[in-house]
């Protein structure tokens, strides 16, 4: 049911990778992880536990299992997403997995291999296809731009001087939404342009080697390609349609900052999760309410994706695991992230503010509409029982003066019900406040 | 073992200093992809350390039972529960014993080595570090030679299980830590060691200023680890707080920075104001205010252009108080609001027997006011106590009563608008500054509540659309649509209102029913405006193509339907003489009654979102044809 609930817009896939070389010797029995693919489902049991555990179950959208191939993925779950974003919407793709779960295989793969081509490769593909066989009289625009989000610091993956240039910071236009200033954008006429500015963008990025992958990194990447879309309508002129595909490569759930403060490191890994889980500060969190105002600590990432989080932007969230078994901790952790992204509220907060204000501003009114129902009613129910056929003609403005009355002292058992209703409110606050004062002083007690 | 001024043990002190040196310093500048080779070079010599003083015990011919803290055979994780405080406090060796000593030192590598562990991620050895160390710990009683340890090691492996989403494992620990603390200051109290004293040679021991401010530092963090560890299990109220007593402590002992502690405690006041609690929401946010200022002046623009720096500098302080300043809105805003739903009669005007009662009971609010001041848990120092004080002063937390007490709340407010604004501009800053803008709207609207004068009601009404309609249509609807429906919404309930104080300003006027030309058409403009927002709004919910939903999410049901119902009754209500627009008017009115009718059919599951209004709309699909056929005869006997 869970399933259904969350929004059409956002839909969370998750894949595990076979058994590598070094972990073959485990054999199938000694995976962690096991799928059905059919329920959507993953089951993942604890190496560490006694049998009567329960092993635990978690449902997603799609998954895929060791078996699956790179372009079932991708025809299945991305490419209607490609679809939206040729017609004009925004779309966006995260990948999250911890390192050496295959998050790389999947969302690059190999490029030159038709067969494992990944998300990406399959999408520039999918996108630059789709412009040649279009109509001649359409003309695309297709851009592309690259940044990294460091330890909440914003950079420019195609700024030649990368390392050292300063973050790029946040901004807002009316007319054109959240951008990033000064960031670099490049015009991409074919797959090979694009591919070349994705190779420049991932050898700027700050690739941290660890003992566990040495591909892996600590930063969040978005590869933001844009998609214009110039024809003439009926009217003659121009029409232009833009669609934005963000590619986000969130940064691993097991990774932290790298920080000899001591004591420092759960907030550090907050912050560095801050993207991820959204927990972002405690006292925010806690604080967080339609009535107050809870300064921004809110991630830059969330903040640069938070118009194609709406309207009719559609999301996927691919998370990848690995089925042996000291990473159970880990694996975990993802399947429960990815849990909670199926609730992601795609849908920003819509003003409910009209709910009580509205219905009391209405009261009175409700109340002379009802008078005048309430006359009519008796009046053509009367009418009905006198004689059956008499014509509206005989309805005159003579009669005005008895609705009038008649509403007017409708209005008025009304105000009167409103009175009764007020004193009740007001004897029910005092009674509150009666309580109130008893419980202060039972606590002084 | 060794003598604390040997060769050997001297070995030992160095081999510390230098991997606390590796693991605090060097590790900042390990290469990218070597991020932990300094940790890992630490990890040997604290194994060296651990030998060496092994085989000092061995030396001593002491009794050997320790379990072997090297084994890196993975553990079952189960989560361990942490012993009670009473027996670390009862039982055990003396802190001061030789056995105790080695203890806590032995204790200590196995601490530092967990650590060391979990930081380069390898997270089930380090547990099982840790839970050497608590073993060792187990063995010895609570004194100022250990008590530290017993503090950070929980400490650690709370971090731990929280990371783990153990919360219960983790609040255990910190819990035992908190109370080991409160225990120790009440029963010792005096600088305890820290724990790189046991390797330390004596010309190297810290101060007792240094050792208590360790000490309290480590506390500090038990209660901020707590904080978290009830947020996560949805303990708000104690997570409030224990982040209240976290920076209160860091304020007391000044451990913190300025601009991020001011943030902090006015975020905090986000948390008392929502839950009615003005006068906690009102000293973190004088406190907030206070501390700031202690960052210092912000760098005049032409300092920015010269530095970089300087122009970050100017950058980070003028944002964090245009924050600050925005908490201050909230503040004055709901005050208000809060105050305003208490004097609201059904049809949301002032009521004037409830505002005497409540003004007599005034009296006893402020006693207690008093009370509770005396009692909460204050922020400040010496040198900032009074400036928070008489900051405190200059605006009340308790609910307004009257128009003066409303307008003085509300001048305070809009001041802080007018900060926040010079910050954030419309332009680079468009939802903040249109965040910001709403709040002024909000504040208009609830003094609007207390004003008696109907004429000068109307134009704090006037003022709302003035800020409003102009940025409303300058947005670019694909980027900001949310934001937009939320505007034209309240644009259209801020006419309706207009057009509504209009007309009882009129009759008030004037006893004879009927309305003079100016002001039909006055009130006509105000019913169109308030009509023209309302279907943008529903506009705004058609699909590219123009296409009404046939299915409204569930986000914008109610307010669809009720935008329906509105336009219905605006409709109905545009004064007109002639009786063919009279009837045009009524059939659009009918069309989005029915509207509301047939998709509550169509939708069982809208009908309980707009009951009433649904009933009232089946009542008027009922009717309005007969109106309208009334008039349509009229029109015909007339010709």
Redesign the interface.
């Known amino acids: 049911m869970s399933k259904n609930k969350s929004s059409e817009s956002v839909k969370v896939v998750v894949r595990c990778r076979p058994l590598n070389r070094k972990e073959e010797s485990i054999g199938p029995a000694g995976c962690i992880v096991q799928m059905d693919i059919r329920l959507g489902q993953v089951i993942l049991r604890n190496p ?2 006694t049998a009567s555990e329960p092993q635990k179950t978690f449902t997603f959208d799609a998954v895929y299992d060791a078996n699956s191939k790179q372009r079932d993925l991708y025809d299945e779950s991305v490419r209607p997403l490609i679809d939206s974003v040729l017609a ?1 919407f925004n779309g966006t793709i995260f990948a999250y997995g911890q390192t050496g779960t295959g998050k790389t295989y999947t969302m690059q793969g190999a490029w030159m291999d038709p067969e494992k081509r990944g998300v990406i490769p399959n999408a520039f593909d999918h996108i630059f296809t789709h412009i040649s066989r279009s109509q001649s009289d359409r003309q695309y625009l297709v851009r592309a731009s690259y940044l990294e989000i460091y330890l909440e610091e914003v950079r420019d993956l195609l700024d030649p001087n990368h390392g050292n240039a ?1 973050a790029l910071e946040l ?8 951008y990033v200033r000064d960031l670099t954008s490049c015009v991409c006429k074919s797959i090979k342009e694009i591919e070349e500015v994705m190779n420049v963008g991932n050898q700027a990025r ?7 992958n ?1 591909h892996s990194s600590r930063s969040h990447a978005l590869f933001m390609i844009t998609v214009e879309c110039s024809q003439p309508g009926p009217d003659g002129r121009k029409h232009i349609r833009v669609g934005r595909l963000n590619l986000v490569d969130l940064a691993g759930s ?1 990774r ?1 900052a ?6 420092e ?3 550090e ?2 912050k560095i999760n801050l993207s991820l889980s959204a927990l972002g ?7 967080d ?1 339609r ?6 600590r809110d991630s830059k990432l969330t903040r640069l994706l938070q ?1 194609s989080l ?3 932007a559609k999301t996927i969230m691919v998370a990848t695991l690995g089925p042996s078994p000291q990473h159970y ?1 880990e694996t ?2 993802t399947l ?1 992230y990815a849990n909670r992204a199926k609730n992601i509220q795609n ?9 009580d ?10 109340a002379r ?2 008078a ?2 309430h006359h ?1 009613k008796w009046r ?1 129910k009367q009418k009905k029982e006198q004689v059956d056929g008499e014509d ?2 005989g ?1 005159g403005d003579e009669e005005t003066d008895g609705e009038e009355k008649a509403v007017e002292e409708y209005v008025k058992l009304e105000e009167q019900r ?1 009175e009764r ?2 004193q009740d ?2 004897e029910d ?1 005092f009674m509150l ?1 009666e309580e109130k004062h008893r419980l ?1 002083g039972e606590k002084r007690g | 073992m060794a003598s604390v001024s040997s060769d050997e043990w001297r070995a030992i002190c160095d081999k510390f200093t230098n991997a606390q040196n590796l693991t605090v310093v060097e590790s900042c500048n390990d290469p990218d992809n070597d991020p932990f080779r300094s940790k890992y070079k630490a990890r040997e010599l604290l194994r060296e350390i651990y030998c060496s003083l092994k085989s000092f015990e061995a030396g001593d011919g002491e009794e050997e039972e320790e379990s072997g803290g090297e084994s890196g055979v993975q553990r079952p994780v189960e989560p361990p529960v942490d012993g009670q405080t009473e027996e670390a406090f009862s039982q055990g060796f003396c802190g001061d014993s030789p056995a105790g000593l080695r203890a806590a030192k032995l204790g200590a590598v196995e601490y530092y080595l967990g650590v060391n562990h979990v930081d380069t991620e390898e997270l089930s050895a380090g547990q099982e570090h840790l839970m050497n160390c608590m073993k060792l710990l187990e063995r010895c009683r609570v004194s100022s030679e250990n008590v530290s340890l017993f503090i950070h090691v929980r400490n650690q492996l709370g971090i731990l299980w929280a990371g783990r989403d153990e919360t219960e494992t983790a609040q255990g620990f910190l819990e035992t830590a908190e109370s080991i603390y409160q225990r120790y200051m009440k029963e010792d109290g005096s600088p305890p060691f820290d724990m790189t004293d046991y390797f330390s040679t004596e010309e190297n021991l810290l101060t007792h200023q240094e050792r208590t401010k360790r000490f309290e530092l480590a506390y500090t963090h038990s209660m901020y680890y707590l904080a978290q560890v009830y947020k996560n299990l949805g303990e708000t109220e104690r997570a409030a707080t224990y982040c209240h007593s976290t920076l209160q402590r860091q304020l007391k002992l000044n451990q913190f920075s300025p601009m991020e502690w001011a943030l902090n405690a006015a975020t905090l006041s986000q948390y008392y104001i929502t839950k009615g609690r003005y006068m906690e929401g009102r000293h973190c946010l004088s406190a907030a205010t206070v501390i700031s200022g202690l960052a210092g002046d912000v760098p005049s623009e032409a300092a920015a252009q010269e530095s970089e720096t300087e122009s970050e500098r100017r950058e980070q302080l003028r944002q964090k108080r245009a924050e600050i300043a925005r908490c201050w809105i909230k503040y004055c805003l709901n005050l208000l609001q809060d105050s305003k739903k208490l004097l609201e009669d059904s049809i949301g005007e002032l009521d004037t027997d409830r505002q005497e009662e409540m003004k007599r009971a005034r009296r006893l609010e402020e006693e207690e006011e008093e009370k509770e001041r005396k009692s909460a848990l204050l922020f400040g120092s010496e040198d900032t106590f009074d400036s928070i004080a008489s900051l405190e002063e200059k605006v009340g937390c308790l609910l307004p009563l009257d128009f003066n007490e409303a307008r003085a709340i509300f001048l305070v407010g809009q001041n802080y608008v007018t900060q926040a604004k010079e910050y954030f501009q419309m332009d680079g800053y468009v939802t903040d500054h249109i965040e910001i803008l709403q709040d002024h709207s909000s504040l208009f609207r609830s003094l609007a509540f207390y004003e008696e004068d109907l004429e000068r009601r109307c134009k704090m009404h006037k003022r709302r659309v003035d800020m409003m309609e102009p940025v409303c249509n300058e947005l670019n609807s694909k980027y900001y649509l949310m934001i937009r429906r939320q505007m034209m919404f309240e644009l259209a309930e801020t006419f309706n209102e207009m057009m509504d104080l209009k007309l009882t300003l009129a009759n008030r006027q004037d006893d004879s029913e009927s309305l003079d030309s100016h002001t039909i058409k006055k009130f006509n403009n105000l019913c169109s405006a308030s009509a023209k927002y309302f279907q943008m709004f529903l506009d705004s919910l058609c699909s590219p193509e123009g296409k009404q939903p046939e299915h409204l999410e569930e986000e914008v049901l109610r307010p669809a339907l009720v935008a329906r119902f509105r336009v219905a009754r605006l409709y109905s209500r545009l004064i007109c003489t002639a009786p063919s627009g009279q009837v045009e008017n009524l059939d659009k009115s009918l069309e989005h009654y029915k509207y509301v009718v047939q998709y509550c059919d169509t939708h069982p599951e809208a009908v309980a979102t707009v009951e009433t209004e649904l009933e009232l709309s089946r009542e008027m699909v009922g009717l309005l044809p007969l109106k309208i056929n009334r008039l349509k005869a009229k029109m015909t006997a007339n010709n």
Do not use: C
């Open positions: 560490r536990s004009g300063r901004r807002e236009n009316p007319d054109s939404g959240v700050a690739v941290g080697a660890t003992d566990m040495e097991e932290q790298k920080t000899g403060v001591q004591g490191r759960l907030k890994a907050a500060n405690v006292i925010s969190a806690l604080a309410g009535s107050s105002h809870v300064p921004y118009d709406g309207g009719n901790d975990l952790t429960r849908q920003p907060r819509v003003n409910e503010d009209p709910k204000a509205l219905l009391r501003e209405f009261q009175m009114e409700i509409l009802r005048q129902l009519r053509s509206w003609e309805d409103l209703e007020k409110i007001r606050q406040a202060l």
